[in-house]
């Protein structure tokens, strides 16, 4: 495609609070792969993020000579939409439901140009079925059906690496293990879906894991875990307990005994020992999670549905979480008892009640953090984090 490939934010990215606080909506991990990382490999060329003010000082497109394609960076390509797409011509768009899905222009419009369809020369209406994430609980609802997708388009014409025979593996064809990847004396059950073993990721001795499953590069498995999929651990992650259709985007820690299920977790988060989430109300009623864009609790249509929490966020041992419950950015949650199912950002404490995570606190944790993956706390991740505080500061009592 002979075009600058941008992925943009809509109003959807409300929806998906407190994950896109940090970050744009296409660097949502789903499936194997970010959403961003799904377009990269299926036009075999890089794309940029489009996203409101405050992100851009870390997530900026850059102008380029040429037209640019613009895709909504909650939608997931597949061929139909790829097709369609590359036959716009420069001012046409594709729309569903009123919503912009995808339009090619001369020129790098701002954040926000999709509210004003009226830009473009012509719109069609698209009427195949798409993929898209627009809660924050499509990401683990779709996630079964995204690392099928994805785990076709990583292994397709490509080799496994040797499964070592300590393991005892079913329907070991959809079981791929990327070079220096390590798995031993462990149960890999792909029958009801793919296993997928990133580059120089380890399963530990004692792993029970029914896919679909996604273990993503240098991220490690621990003795005994317990997978039950459709789960997806991140980059750069430990994980161990009993883990049960979830997804850590990455940089986080879950490394021993507890249950977390249906349930997302963002980056640089850790999970105590021991810390456990309700996924099922007692009454089996639809689960409610708060919502920022309502201002209230709003119905997900999900009968499970766990814990969604947002970056560099941390809970102490033995924390447990009720059913539908959001954690926001930068929030230390301990002691014992159920805290509250809507924690605000830059919250500290737990059940007996929360005080305010100061800022200064929050980024000497945060740099500790990423010192230990080689990483460092840049400026503009500040800024963002202090942005990110002082918007929440209604949320705080």
């Known amino acids: 495609m002979n075009s600058n490939i941008i992925l943009f934010d809509d109003n959807r990215r409300e929806q998906l609070l407190p994950l896109t606080f940090t970050r744009p909506v296409c660097m949502i991990r789903i499936g194997i792969l970010t959403i961003k990382e799904k377009w990269e490999k299926t036009l075999n060329t890089k794309a940029e993020p489009l996203t409101t003010d405050y992100l851009s000082v870390k997530f900026k497109p850059t102008q380029k000579v040429g037209n640019y394609t613009l895709i909504n960076g909650g939608v997931l390509p597949n061929k139909n939409l790829v097709n369609a797409i590359k036959k716009l011509d420069c001012g046409?768009?594709?729309?569903?439901?009123?919503?912009?899905?995808?339009?090619?222009?001369?020129?790098?419009?701002?954040?926000?140009?999709?509210?004003?369809?009226?830009?473009?020369?012509?719109?069609?209406?698209?009427?195949?079925?798409?993929?898209?994430?627009?809660?924050?609980?499509?990401?683990?609802?779709?996630?079964?059906?995204?690392?099928?997708?994805?785990?076709?388009?990583?292994?397709?014409?490509?080799?496994s690496a040797p499964i070592s025979s300590s393991n005892h593996t079913i329907n070991s064809d959809k079981i791929f293990i990327e070079e220096g990847a390590t798995a031993e004396c462990s149960v890999l059950n792909a029958q009801q879906g793919p296993i997928y073993i990133g580059k120089n990721a380890e399963v530990m001795e004692g792993s029970l894991v029914r896919g679909p499953f996604a273990l993503c590069e240098h991220s490690a498995l621990k003795l005994g875990a317990k997978i039950y999929g459709p789960t997806t651990i991140g980059p750069h992650s430990k994980v161990g307990g009993e883990v049960n259709n979830s997804i850590i985007f990455g940089y986080t820690n879950k490394a021993h005994d507890g249950f977390l299920g249906n349930s997302v977790i963002g980056e640089w988060c850790n999970i105590g020992a021991d810390s456990n989430t309700s996924n099922l109300k007692n009454n089996y009623a639809m689960v409610k999670l708060w919502s920022y864009k309502k201002g209230g609790f709003a119905n997900t249509g999900q009968?499970?549905?766990?814990?969604?929490?947002?970056?560099?966020?941390?809970?102490?041992?033995?924390?447990?979480?009720?059913?539908?419950?959001?954690?926001?950015?930068?929030?230390?949650?301990?002691?014992?008892?159920?805290?509250?199912?809507?924690?605000?950002?830059?919250?500290?404490?737990?059940?007996?009640?929360?005080?305010?995570?100061?800022?200064?606190?929050?980024?000497?944790?945060?740099?500790?953090?990423?010192?230990?993956?080689?990483?460092?706390?840049?400026?503009?991740?500040?800024?963002?984090?202090?942005?990110?505080?002082?918007?929440?500061?209604?949320?705080?009592?």
């Open 303 to 397: 009968q499970f549905c766990g814990l969604i929490m947002g970056d560099h966020s941390k809970c102490g041992i033995n924390t447990m979480f009720n059913t539908g419950t959001i954690v926001g950015v930068s929030a230390n949650i301990f002691g014992d008892g159920f805290p509250r199912n809507f924690i605000p950002s830059f919250s500290w404490g737990g059940a007996q009640g929360f005080s305010i995570y100061k800022t200064s606190q929050a980024f000497t944790t945060a740099q500790k953090a990423m010192e230990r993956r080689g990483l460092t706390l840049t400026d503009e991740d500040k800024q963002i984090l202090s942005h990110i505080f002082n918007s929440t500061a209604c949320y705080r009592h």
């Open 92 to 159: 046409e768009a594709l729309v569903k439901n009123g919503n912009l899905i995808a339009a090619t222009l001369s020129y790098m419009p701002k954040f926000g140009f999709q509210e004003d369809l009226t830009i473009f020369g012509k719109t069609y209406e698209l009427s195949e079925q798409i993929a898209e994430v627009q809660n924050s609980w499509d990401i683990f609802a779709m996630n079964g059906m995204a690392i099928e997708t994805d785990f076709e388009l990583i292994t397709k014409g490509r080799v």
